[in-house]
Every structure is written in structure tokens, then in C-alpha cells.
């Protein structure tokens, strides 16, 4: 069956960094797109980044362009986001999923449990 597994969560400092990793299983890896997505307490679910791991391309939203970096290791069938310069408003539950592209969130049908990330100021 399909799994993902999500890892590195945890709390740091305002200025900080934390490496996710997204570990995949049950599927035939590059034939799709992982992304992370994240929830705050009281708000909606946001898309972080995808990345498409056949061709390698790469996709951020606004807020964290230049200081997240998603990257895949398709020989261990993990993806990875690495996050730098880390904001208080960067705190919530991240998730990854799988979708066939990086496109809309409702595409993506295999979600990742969550791992919590904490900034304090």
C-alpha cells in the first residue's frame, strides 16, 4: 500500500533551520509529484512547495522562496525540504502527499501523517 512517512520536525528558534524528510513507499516513485503543505491553528491548509521527482522541477509559494529548499532523492525514495531563516508564522503541521503533477491541492490523494513544527520568537 501506499505510505508516506514524514520525519525532523521539532522546535527551534526564530533564525533557525529544520530538514523534513518525506520517506515514500508503494508506489513506482517518479511517476509522481510530492509537496509539502502546511495548517496553522485556525487556518487553511497552504501549499509550501512541490517538486516532480522525473524531471526535477521545482515549485514554492511567495512566503517561502529563498529560504526553503524541497529536493528528492529518488534512489531512497525520499523528499526532503530543508528550512532556513526559519518566522514565528512558519510554525504548523507540515504534511507531504503524492499527486501524478504538481498542481492543485485537491489532486493530491496520499497525505503523509504530519510532523509539527515549532518557531518561537
Known amino acids: 500500500e501506499v505510505q508516506l512517512v514524514e520525519s525532523g520536525g521539532g522546535l527551534v528558534q526564530a533564525g533557525g533551520s529544520l530538514r523534513l524528510s518525506c520517506a515514500a513507499s508503494g508506489f513506482t516513485f517518479t511517476d509522481y509529484a510530492i509537496g509539502w503543505f502546511r495548517q496553522a491553528p485556525g487556518k487553511e491548509r497552504e501549499g509550501v512547495s512541490c517538486?516532480?521527482?522525473?524531471?526535477?522541477?521545482?515549485y514554492y509559494t511567495s512566503s517561502v522562496k529563498g529560504r526553503f529548499t524541497i529536493s528528492s532523492d529518488n534512489a531512497q525514495n525520499t523528499v526532503y525540504l530543508q528550512m532556513n531563516s526559519l518566522k514565528p508564522e512558519d510554525t504548523a503541521v507540515y504534511y507531504c502527499a503524492a499527486a501524478r503533477y504538481c498542481t492543485v491541492v485537491a489532486a493530491f490523494g496520499y497525505w503523509g501523517q504530519g510532523t509539527q513544527v515549532t518557531v518561537s520568537s
Open positions: 517538486i516532480g521527482t522525473s524531471d526535477g522541477s521545482t
